[in-house]
């Protein structure tokens, strides 16, 4: 990571009211952590490269191909790295030398401040390619530099929601209505950790109510206003009482045994998924093509959507398209046919990553949407109503580094032997040393 060359930046109001990463936004995984992969690749053609973070879905999704047949002159390929604080490293490194670039770079939502306001001037202004009306306006600022600069088309956004095992609920006593069960923990996150205790009192062997500490502490945090940074740009996760009480609430349940002992999106974790260790999961859309392509067969049709306690967001990503590359005109038209609102609805239709296109939401691939892994649930209307009472929330441009020491080096503690306290500090001390960086 370079050294920072700043002690504020102005953050962006992100105008979550609409909808909504992530810190890993768009950003479940793939399994293919550095893998390369091509739709086409025929020689004499014009080679588009994309790198990509996680499960973006447009290769699942087809639309690679899509583009490959409208556009015969043209091949796509995409390199992929699993977690994003991972890819975002080298993205930067890239950017700083302005070299070493693929034609089309992802950013996270949790990176977009900084890329926007540091490294604009190596990208195309894509407001020439995209078409500002077709996004949610909050989403549109997001990536648009102090000098009126866009420098990236929104993908998806994540409009919290929980997921939950019908089978293991009725098992444990608790309702599978998902209209009772979204009652059970309405308006509170205390209310929500409380089902969970009622949970682990008629567990099936071997489970725990949630999948992980990290995926508490997220959807929590993902229903606040002002998290890391005040609206002045200053960093105030640990005066924030909201950041504390999120902490100590989430590590409470891992103390007790509530959360599995995992960090997510690592190999152990996906095999909680395959092996139905956790009756429910924080649950941004883009979440089920996580638990879609984790799962068995076996388990299709076997969970459910349910409303969060509290609104929120979690995730969302960008495409960026670098002035460096050999083909940036064509990767521009690239990338403003692959977030268009057309696009957007196909892959929420077949991987669940939640359009930040607000003209895609009456389109039948959204209204009519079903997940296999959640049968007949209309999770397109269900994820809608989430993302229209999401927040506004200020991002800032260290967002993902302090949300990965809260949870790899924070509440997961808690699940080796270590105190609350200790976790807290442990995270604190973590987060601190990365900002002085």
Known sequence: MRARTWTRKTVVLAAVAALGTGLLAGCADDGNDGGTSSSGGDSGKTKITLGLFGTMGFQEAGLYKEYEKLHPDISIQQTVIERNENYYPALVNHLTTNSGLQDIQAVEVANINEVANTYADKLVDLSKYGKESDFLPWKWKQATARNGQTIGLGTDVGPMAICYRKDLFQQAGLPTDREDVGKLWAGSWEKFVGVGRQYQKKAPQGTTFLDSPGGLIQAIIGGEKERFYDTSGEVVYKSNPAIKKAFDLTAAAAKDGLTGN??????????????????????????????????????????????????????????????????????????????????????????????????????????????????????????????????????????????????????????????????????VKTIDNALEK
Do not use: H
């Open 262 to 427: 995992q960090t997510q999106f690592q190999p152990a974790w996906d095999q909680t998924i395959a092996n139905s260790r956790f009756a429910a999961i924080s649950c941004p859309p883009w979440m089920l093509g996580t638990i879609k392509g984790k799962s068995k067969p076996e388990n299709a049709g076997k969970w459910d959507v349910a409303q969060a306690p509290k609104p929120g967001n979690w995730g969302g990503s960008f495409l960026a398209v670098p002035k460096s590359g050999k083909n940036a005109e064509e990767a521009a038209k690239l990338a403003a046919w692959l977030t268009a609102p057309e696009q957007q609805a196909k892959l929420f239709a077949k991987q669940g990553s939640f359009p930040s296109a607000q003209t895609a939401y009456k389109l039948p691939e959204v209204t009519g949407a079903k997940n296999e892994m959640t049968g007949d649930t209309p999770i397109g209307t269900i994820f809608a109503a989430a993302a229209e009472k999401s927040p506004i929330q200020v991002i800032g441009p260290k967002d993902q580094i302090i949300m990965q020491g809260l949870t790899d080096n924070g509440v997961i503690l808690v699940t080796q032997g270590k105190s609350p306290k200790q976790a807290w500090d442990n995270a």
